[in-house]
């Protein structure tokens, strides 16, 4: 596994050895040994989550305020762009997005520590998307930051406005959003 330093020193990206020939390929996507050593993170994550989403779909930028989730993310098919946004008040980067494509062809992953605001947006046909949580999803603590907030200006890879869920399309400006420490 190969370790992609970000923008943000927290985010991470990580690329997988992956052993293929003509039947196919193997990779190991997770191992707790190897995660340990790589990224010096001793994280345990409690909960697998799986989503498939429609071409042109946003969903975010989500987050917890307690049970606050790390989060290790990657595309089973199809293609996402992936972001992660700091809005830890005492962080040098606070305000701050970083993000990167994520695909079935080039199996990155992305780690989102907790800590951030994290979205996605659908640039193929449908995408399958895989999250492991290092705490529970805790619906009462759920945020929403708005995906288009213009303090935060992320250049989403759109060419018409995405379709987003009723609850994304009413989150909270930037500034006014609940934020960590």
């Not at 010096?40 to 429609?54: I, P, T, W």
């Not at 890879?157 to 420490?181: I, N, W, Y």
Request: aromatic share 12%; charged share 20%; glycine share 8%.
């Amino acid at each position: 596994m190969n370790v992609i330093a970000t923008t943000l020193p927290d985010v991470l990206i990580l690329e997988p050895k992956v052993f293929g020939d003509d039947r196919g390929f193997f990779f190991e996507s997770f191992n707790e040994k190897v995660w340990q050593k790589i990224t010096g993170l001793d994280v345990r994550f409690v909960q697998h989550n799986h989503s498939r989403s429609a071409g042109g779909v946003l969903r975010g930028l989500h987050y917890q305020i307690r049970q606050p989730q790390g989060k290790l993310v990657r595309v089973v098919t199809g293609e996402v762009y992936d972001v992660a946004v700091d809005i830890r008040r005492s962080s040098p980067t606070f305000g701050q997005w970083f993000g990167a494509t994520l695909s079935a062809a080039n199996k990155r992953q992305m780690w989102i520590p907790a800590g951030f605001a994290h979205g996605f947006c659908v640039t193929s046909e449908s995408a399958e998307f895989l999250y492991l949580t290092t705490d529970y999803w805790a619906p009462e603590h759920e945020r929403c930051i708005a995906w288009n907030d213009p303090q935060l200006a992320i250049t989403w890879p759109l060419d018409h406005t995405p379709t987003v869920s009723a609850k994304d399309s009413q989150g909270s400006r930037f500034q006014e959003a609940d934020m960590f420490p």
